[in-house]
């Protein structure tokens, strides 16, 4: 499987670390707060121009019908570019303001490095490339059933018909695949309350075996690549009463939070989304955008039928 992943904060020294300088998250959700003001400010501009054009329509019809153009109207059409002027110009401040572009820089910068020393990690370790994928155990809770399927995960009913078991070769190319990828992309540092897609380690289960399933972290554990988190299942139905997981950025996809800018996908592309009324995530293929990229058209995998899904649980993840 494959992944658009984001670096993790670069190491200094063997066997130490830079967190404390490059704070990842912090400087990450500080991007994502000023783009959540650029795209509301387009949207202000968006929905001014339809003011314009509007008034402009009537205006232009009153005039064809002889009734001429009251002052009122040009006022308030004076008005609407000047607010369109103004909030051009804001616009402008905010795409160029040198703070923002510094801390994307620095970003940028942080991942080339990371992506540099997950590289001579992983030449350093080519015989265990998944060495990082041992079994944690669920966090304080009871062992859930290694044969639970998590396909009956679906609110009100089950979805086991269009997900048939894969085969054994399948498996197989999948996990070779997923193990090459992950050996050559650098982790991503979650943070507390983070919303994932993530996969549960059951005891004496595989991981590449597991469904990725929508969850939160409530606990990160250890700094650097070492961290490791607590993710907790939000299924209120989880089995067992179980819902506290170990896990680790590699077995974890972000999932964007509300607000958040995101681009549209390209139709044909293999992506990782959340099944309707359900807490799973499923392979599926975009189809098409919807609603202003609100929303994606998406086909899973088995099945024949396009569902419309929410732009932020379609993850750039091949699953």
Same mark, same amino acid.
Request: aromatic share 4%; charged share 35%.
């Given at each position: ?38 795209? /509301?400010?387009?949207?202000? *501009?968006?929905?001014? @121009? ?5 008034? #402009?329509?009537?205006?232009? +019809? !009153? %005039? ?113 695949? /997923?193990?090459?990828?992950? *050996?050559?992309?650098? @982790? ?5 309350? #983070?919303?994932?897609?993530? +996969? !549960? %380690? ?118």
């Amino acid at each position: 499987m494959s992944s658009q992943r984001r670096g993790a904060p670069r190491n200094g020294t063997r066997g130490g670390s830079d967190d404390n300088v490059i704070n990842r998250p912090d400087i990450t959700d500080e991007i994502r707060r000023a783009m959540v003001v650029i795209a /509301e400010g387009e949207r202000k *501009a968006k929905s001014l @121009k339809d003011k314009i054009i509007v008034l #402009e329509q009537r205006m232009r +019809k !009153r %005039k064809d019908d002889g009734l001429g153009v009251s002052i009122s109207d040009h006022t308030e059409l004076e008005a609407l570019y000047r607010e369109q002027v103004k909030i051009a110009e804001e616009q402008k401040v905010r795409a160029t303001d040198e703070s923002l572009l510094t801390r994307i820089r620095l970003l940028a910068d942080v991942q080339k490095s990371s992506e540099q020393e997950e590289a001579l990690q992983s030449a350093r370790n080519s015989s265990s490339r998944t060495s990082g994928m041992d079994f944690d155990g669920p966090s304080d809770s009871p062992v859930p059933s290694p044969a639970d399927n998590r396909h009956a995960r679906k609110i009100g009913g089950s979805r086991t018909s269009s997900q048939p078991p894969r085969s054994n070769t399948d498996k197989m190319d999948g996990t070779a695949s /997923e193990a090459s990828e992950r *050996a050559s992309k650098p @982790k991503i540092m979650y943070s507390l309350k #983070e919303e994932v897609a993530f +996969k !549960r %380690k059951l005891p004496g289960g595989k991981p590449e075996e597991q469904d990725w399933i929508q969850g939160e972290v409530v606990r990160v554990i250890g700094e650097g690549k070492s961290r490791r988190y607590d993710v907790k299942d939000i299924d209120p139905d989880a089995v067992g009463g179980n819902n506290i997981y170990k896990s680790s950025a590699s077995q974890m996809v972000p999932i964007p939070s509300e607000g958040t800018p995101l681009g549209d996908y390209e139709p044909g592309k293999q992506v990782l989304a959340l099944y309707p009324a359900a807490t799973t995530f499923y392979r599926a293929q975009v189809k098409s955008m919807v609603d202003g990229g609100a929303r994606v058209m998406v086909l899973f995998e088995e099945e024949d039928v396009e569902k419309s899904i929410a732009r932020r649980f379609v993850l750039d993840h091949k699953g």
